[in-house]
C-alpha cells in the first residue's frame, strides 16, 4: 500500500472537514465542531494564511490529514503547534499516521523551530504510548486551559 503525504489544496478542505468530525466523533464531542469548509478553505488559503495542513492519500482517497501552525514560546521561539493528526477509522494501523506525524516533524525542522506541542486525551493510550515511544514527553504537570466563546463573552461582559 502506498501511502503519498501532500500539502492539502483548497479543494481538500471538505475531506479535510470530515476527517474533523470523525475525530471528534472518536474523541466523544460530536457536537463540538463549529468550522465549515469555507472558514478552513479562507484560514488555510486566504489573505491571512494560519495553518498548513498535509494529507494522507491511499489510492487516490484522502484517508488522513495533520493540520498545525506557528506559535512562539516565550522560552523557545517560533514552534509548531500539530492541532490535529487524524486517520480515518479503516485506515488505522496501517502506518498512515506515523507517516503523517514523520512528516510534521521534518515540516518542524525544516522550519527551524525549536519545538512542536500538540495534546493528547489522557485516556488514547495508544496515542500516548506511540508518542512517548516516538521521544515526545508528555507533561502531565501542566494543564489545558480554554475559554470557549460564550465564557469569553460573558467575562468581557462583566464591569470590572
Same mark, same amino acid.
Given at each position: /500500500?502506498?501511502?503519498?503525504? *501532500?500539502?492539502?489544496?483548497?479543494?481538500?478542505?471538505?475531506?479535510?472537514?470530515?476527517?474533523?468530525?470523525?475525530?471528534?466523533?472518536?474523541?466523544?464531542?460530536?457536537?463540538?465542531?463549529?468550522?465549515?469548509?469555507?472558514?478552513?478553505?479562507?484560514?488555510?488559503?486566504?489573505?491571512?494564511?494560519?495553518?498548513?495542513?498535509? +494529507?494522507?492519500?491511499?489510492?487516490?482517497?484522502?484517508?488522513? /490529514?495533520?493540520?498545525?501552525?506557528?506559535?512562539?514560546?516565550?522560552?523557545?521561539?517560533?514552534?509548531?503547534?500539530?492541532?490535529?493528526?487524524?486517520?480515518?477509522?479503516? /485506515?488505522?494501523?496501517?502506518?498512515?499516521?506515523?507517516?503523517?506525524?514523520? *512528516?510534521?516533524?521534518?515540516?518542524?525542522?525544516?522550519?527551524?523551530?525549536?519545538?512542536?506541542?500538540?495534546? +493528547?486525551?489522557?485516556?488514547?493510550?495508544?496515542?500516548?504510548?506511540?508518542?512517548? *515511544?516516538?521521544?515526545?514527553?508528555?507533561?502531565?504537570?501542566?494543564?489545558?486551559?480554554? /475559554?470557549?466563546?460564550?465564557?469569553?463573552?460573558?467575562?468581557?461582559?462583566?464591569?470590572?
Amino acid at each position: /500500500m502506498e501511502i503519498i503525504i *501532500r500539502n492539502a489544496v483548497r479543494e481538500d478542505m471538505s475531506s479535510v472537514l470530515q476527517l474533523i468530525k470523525e475525530l471528534a466523533e472518536f474523541e466523544k464531542e460530536p457536537d463540538a465542531v463549529e468550522v465549515t469548509v469555507e472558514e478552513l478553505v479562507d484560514a488555510g488559503f486566504g489573505k491571512q494564511k494560519q495553518f498548513d495542513c498535509f +494529507v494522507a492519500e491511499v489510492g487516490q482517497k484522502i484517508v488522513g /490529514m495533520a493540520l498545525v501552525y506557528f506559535r512562539f514560546s516565550t522560552w523557545k521561539g517560533k514552534t509548531v503547534h500539530l492541532e490535529d493528526l487524524i486517520v480515518t477509522e479503516n /485506515m488505522r494501523g496501517k502506518g498512515v499516521g506515523q507517516t503523517l506525524y514523520r *512528516r510534521v516533524l521534518e515540516y518542524a525542522m525544516d522550519q527551524g523551530v525549536k519545538r512542536v506541542n500538540w495534546v +493528547v486525551l489522557d485516556w488514547n493510550k495508544p496515542a500516548i504510548e506511540f508518542y512517548e *515511544r516516538s521521544g515526545a514527553t508528555i507533561l502531565s504537570n501542566w494543564w489545558q486551559v480554554e /475559554m470557549e466563546e460564550p465564557a469569553l463573552k460573558a467575562y468581557i461582559g462583566k464591569k470590572q
